[in-house]
């Protein structure tokens, strides 16, 4: 079975960091692009991030220059750092992988950002 878990959001102060996880399970994640997306109340769910099986990566321009995304092949987890963050980023962050079979989203982890 499938399953990819996130991990690490929470409530931040705007210019801080947080660092989200997505651990696969049933799935190796090196072999995939593996993507960041996120939904904000009311808003529709939105591409953030995304980084290949090779190692490229590419970033919304919304995040550019402020978030990094990466990989950990060894423990099969694919990182989301995010710095000097906004109330703009305020959201639930989603982990998403596709496949030949289908798609898999995680079940998302929440990042408040608030003073």
């Known amino acids: 079975q499938v399953q990819l878990v996130e991990s690490g959001g929470g409530l931040m102060q705007p210019g801080g960091s947080l660092r989200l996880s997505c651990l696969g399970s049933g799935i190796i994640l090196r072999i995939y692009t593996v993507n960041w997306y996120r939904q904000a109340p009311g808003n529709q769910r939105e591409y953030v991030a995304s980084i290949t099986s090779g190692g490229s990566t590419n970033y919304a321009d919304s995040v550019k220059g402020r978030f990094i995304i990466s990989r950990d092949n060894a423990k099969n987890t694919v990182y989301l750092q995010m710095n000097s963050l906004k109330i703009d980023d305020t959201a639930v962050y989603y982990c998403?992988?596709?496949?030949?079979?289908?798609?898999?989203w995680g079940q998302g982890t929440q990042v408040t950002v608030s003073s």
């Open positions: 998403h992988v596709r496949t030949v079979v289908r798609d898999y």
